[in-house]
């Protein structure tokens, strides 16, 4: 199954249709925050593919009935997955407190915004699965779809989650 993840549009859905157009064979779309109202345009032109979203610090979110979730935990495939905003867990200066958040959901994956700065790293054996087992946890940030702050082009993410694992990476916008 094939995931693309937006965060920070910030009234610019051009750049995500043209992800979209970027990956035709995806089948979700996760938007972590701030311009999710942008998602209007997504779904009238892809009214086939599944949108899920999280409220961020700076929007109305009149998209989809005032969705104020400032969290969703959604299990694909095997996975569960922690999407956030993450200011409220003050990612800006710290990742203490996502993790523990992710953690304490059974999260195999974080997902997360609000920098515009993309991240994608793992971390082994931070938690326990429902097994008692050691696992890791995917810590992933797609960066800004419309204003990176890290000198580059705009960012999304794009999941693969397979029978044999889980591919996170960055698409860019050029």
Known sequence: MKILIFSDSHGRS???LKAIEY???AETLLHLGDG???L???SEKYPALTIKHVKGNREDCL???RNDNPFLVERVEKKIIYLCHGHRHNVSYTEQSLIY???CHNADIVLYGHTHIKENKYLPDISQDENGEKKG???FNPGSISRPRDGLYPSYGII???SDGVLLSHGLIK
């Open 160 to 162: 693969e989650i397979r």
């Open 101 to 103: 958040s992710a953690i």
């Open 14 to 16: 051009a750049n995500m």
């Open 23 to 25: 990956h035709p064979d």
């Open 36 to 38: 999710t109202d942008d």
């Open 137 to 139: 946890l995917y810590v």
């Open 63 to 65: 998209f989809t009935n």
């Open 40 to 42: 209007k345009d997504v």
